[in-house]
Every structure is written in C-alpha cells, then in structure tokens.
C-alpha cells in the first residue's frame, strides 16, 4: 500500500532522482474547502499537516501575497500560488520561481475545473482519484525525457507516475518494478482512474512500460525518446496485446 507522505521534506518539493528509466506577521489564509474561483493555479504542496502547508505559505507570502493554502476533502493540505489568468501565465511564473530556487517540483491547476463533478461520491478515495486524473493530464504536452521526473525537466514513464502520485501526497516508488510490485492487482475490467497499468513493449514478457489509467478505456503515459506525454487507449491493438496487468495503491477497495 501507498503510504502518504508526511515529512516537511519529502512531502511536497521533488528531488531530480537519478534512478532508471522504464526499467526494472504575516499570516496564511486558509480557506476550509476547495477554492471554486476561476484562474490558473501553481500547486506547490501538498500536506498531511496543517502546521506544514502554513510554513511553506509564510515563506512564499514574503517573496508573493499570491500564496495561500487550503483543506482538501482528501484530507490534505494543498498550497496554491495564484490565480493567473492563462496556464502560460501560470507556467511562467513557475519557472522563474523555481530558477530562483524558491519551489521545486510543482504542477499548473485550473481552479474552474478543480471542484468534483456533479454525482460523483463525495468520499476523499472518489477525490483523490479525480486529483490524480487532473495532476496527469496537466503534464500532457510534456517532453519525454529518459530518467526525468520533474515538469522542469521532462518524464521517463515511471518518473511521471511518480510525480503525478507524489504531488498529490502519495509515495509511489520510483522504478517500474517497485511500482508494479507495490500495488494490489486490478483487473483491466475494474480499472478506477488513478489505477496504474503496465505493459511489455519489449518483445519479451517483461514490464517495461507504465500510465496511469483515467476513465473510458484511456490511459496517460510518457512514451519515449522524442515524443510528449499524451494518451491512449487501452483498445489500441499495440497496448492490448502488451498489456500485463494494472494496480491499485489507494485503499478504497
């Protein structure tokens, strides 16, 4: 089982990994739920403590009176920089923050989307899910990169499972292997967004190959050499015929 996160340095600010590829007085405003205000949001934490997310937006306040964190229904804290007014915007301001050395590993969030949908449970599990789904797709477009883990420098397969877990507060391993081997099998017709699914694209019957699966059949991935983040369907005939099995890592069985 995935286990959350809760140490002030290993929660929220990814380190550039250097593991394989696919292979195996100043005061915060919190606001008690998600915001629902319109604009493009910079996600720079995300905090089993409360007292955690209030020091990082105390520090972020003196350089910006953007910061401000909030209670998740996950049951986390998540801290926000923003709004901007376009994800370009938003990009932007990321990257120079994070040349300054201000924040590290972060992901751009539309605040209108951010809410559930109408009719979908109100549990932290159904949110979360839905958490990870949005943290994948804002990653689309990315470059791969072999060994990349971070939006700065581009996602080899597993590193982007990685940091789509990882940003929203859940330690998955960093190689293949150990995030095929730490999750609970899944079959392929019980797959819930957030649920990971391996592949052997190889030629052999090992698992070289991970995306996260989002709804529908489709599933998110980063490639391979010269290619972007993009998705995919489960149907395609190249993923059908190398699929290996899925996992699940969250406890809502």
């Given at each position: 089982?995935?286990?959350?996160?809760?140490?002030?340095?290993?929660?929220l600010l990814?380190?550039?990994?250097?593991?394989?590829?696919?292979?195996?007085?100043?005061?915060?405003?919190?606001?008690?739920?998600?915001?629902?205000?319109?604009?493009?949001?910079?996600?720079?934490g995300v905090?089993?403590?409360?007292?955690?997310?209030?020091?990082?937006?105390?520090?972020?306040?003196?350089r910006s009176?953007?910061?401000?964190?909030?209670?998740?229904?996950?049951?986390?804290?998540?801290?926000?920089?923003?709004?901007?007014?376009?994800?370009?915007?938003?990009?932007?301001?990321?990257?120079?923050?994070?040349?300054?050395?201000?924040?590290?590993?972060?992901?751009?969030?539309?605040?209108?989307?951010?809410?559930?949908?109408?009719?979908?449970?109100?549990?932290?599990?159904?949110?979360?899910?839905?958490?990870?789904?949005?943290?994948?797709?804002?990653?689309?477009?990315?470059?791969?990169?072999?060994?990349?883990?971070?939006?700065?420098?581009?996602?080899?397969?597993?590193?982007?499972?990685?940091?789509?877990?990882?940003?929203?507060?859940?330690?998955?391993?960093?190689?293949?292997?150990?995030?095929?081997?730490?999750?609970?099998?899944?079959?392929?017709?019980?797959?819930?967004?957030?649920?990971?699914?391996?592949?052997?694209?190889?030629?052999?019957?090992?698992?070289?190959?991970?995306?996260?699966?989002?709804?529908?059949?489709?599933?998110?991935?980063?490639?391979?050499?010269?290619?972007?983040?993009?998705?995919?369907?489960?149907?395609?005939?190249?993923?059908?015929?190398?699929?290996?099995?899925?996992?699940?890592?969250?406890?809502?069985?």
């Amino acid at each position: 089982m995935t286990r959350i996160l809760g140490r002030w340095s290993g929660v929220l600010l990814l380190a550039i990994l250097s593991a394989s590829a696919c292979r195996p007085r100043i005061r915060p405003t919190p606001s008690p739920e998600s915001p629902s205000r319109g604009g493009m949001f910079i996600q720079v934490g995300v905090f089993s403590s409360e007292a955690n997310a209030a020091e990082l937006t105390r520090s972020l306040q003196r350089r910006s009176d953007r910061a401000f964190y909030f209670s998740h229904a996950s049951g986390f804290f998540k801290v926000w920089i923003g709004p901007y007014g376009t994800r370009e915007d938003a990009s932007s301001a990321a990257r120079i923050l994070s040349e300054q050395g201000i924040i590290q590993e972060y992901f751009v969030v539309d605040g209108r989307t951010f809410s559930a949908p109408a009719g979908l449970p109100a549990d932290a599990a159904a949110r979360l899910r839905l958490d990870l789904v949005e943290t994948a797709r804002s990653f689309i477009d990315y470059p791969y990169a072999w060994g990349g883990a971070s939006a700065e420098e581009g996602f080899d397969c597993s590193g982007l499972m990685m940091a789509v877990y990882r940003l929203n507060g859940l330690d998955l391993p960093r190689s293949l292997y150990a995030q095929f081997e730490s999750g609970r099998p899944v079959g392929i017709t019980d797959l819930r967004p957030g649920d990971l699914v391996f592949f052997a694209t190889g030629g052999d019957d090992r698992i070289s190959h991970v995306g996260i699966y989002i709804s529908e059949g489709v599933f998110i991935h980063a490639p391979g050499t010269n290619k972007t983040v993009r998705s995919e369907a489960l149907s395609n005939p190249y993923f059908r015929t190398r699929f290996c099995g899925a996992r699940c890592y969250l406890g809502d069985f």
